[in-house]
């Protein structure tokens, strides 16, 4: 079974729709993150956490919300998905040495 | 502000022809340089953590080195299964999240 999963793989809505991505993880790990990736701008930090009571911004959180569940838990909402949100959409997590990604959702905002 | 700058941003390759991917950067207090690998559409896999200069680390064709000032992921003999895009990341003293570089994108042709 993969360390982390997310649901779901592929979604497409359309703008102003709500959408929850969500992530859960096997590693026992406290830190979460989600990051969204476009062609020619890398990898970039939307929200993390570092335990289950602890929530921070990252560099591009505006437009986007998370929740907490659990320690194994960690979703992704965008309250009003608009179409310069389309992209892929990567949860992770990291233990003392390690981070490890998830395999991604691709969203599609029409 | 932590920085990670990645250089060339592509390679194209002839399979056996050796070379080396750049990765420039600048933090308060490296606690950790990271490599990963990722294929098209997918999560990012990990493959090393550098921790102070000096250090080196191989995995089959690949070895990552580390300066204070930058690291090298050396490909010998690449093939084309080697075709990826390479990312690299730095995390600062503070267990802060990592930053990422673009990557770079790297093509072995047969």
């Known amino acids: 079974d993969a360390d982390v999963t997310q649901t779901p793989r592929n979604r497409i809505t359309k703008t102003g729709k709500r959408i929850m991505l969500e992530c859960s993880q096997t590693k026992g790990h406290d830190r979460m993150y989600w990051y969204r990736q476009d062609p020619g701008l890398g990898l970039r930090l939307i929200y993390y956490s570092f335990d289950v009571k602890d929530i921070n911004k990252g560099e591009i959180s505006d437009g986007y919300s998370v929740s907490r569940q659990a320690q194994a838990k960690f979703s992704l909402s965008l309250e009003s998905a608009i179409p310069n949100q389309t992209a892929l959409y990567f949860c992770?997590?990291?233990?003392?040495?390690?981070?490890?990604f998830g395999p991604g959702t691709r969203l599609t905002v029409l | 502000e932590d920085q990670v700058t990645q250089s060339p941003e592509a390679l194209r390759l002839q399979e056996g022809e050796s070379s080396s991917l750049n990765c420039s950067y600048t933090?308060?207090?490296?606690?950790?340089l990271f490599w990963y690998r990722q294929d098209p559409g997918k999560g990012p896999e990990f493959l090393f953590t550098l921790y102070s200069a000096g250090e080196e680390k191989e995995k089959e064709r690949l070895k990552a080195t580390l300066t204070k000032k930058e690291s090298f992921l050396h490909i010998t003999a690449p093939k084309p299964e080697d075709s990826a895009t390479y990312l690299c990341?730095?995390?600062?003293?503070?267990?802060?999240?990592?930053?990422f570089g673009k990557g770079t994108r790297l093509s072995v042709i047969a």
């Open positions: 990341a730095v995390q600062a003293a503070g267990n802060t999240p990592l930053v």
């Open positions: 933090v308060s207090g490296l606690r950790g």
């Open positions: 992770a997590t990291s233990g003392p040495t390690e981070q490890f």
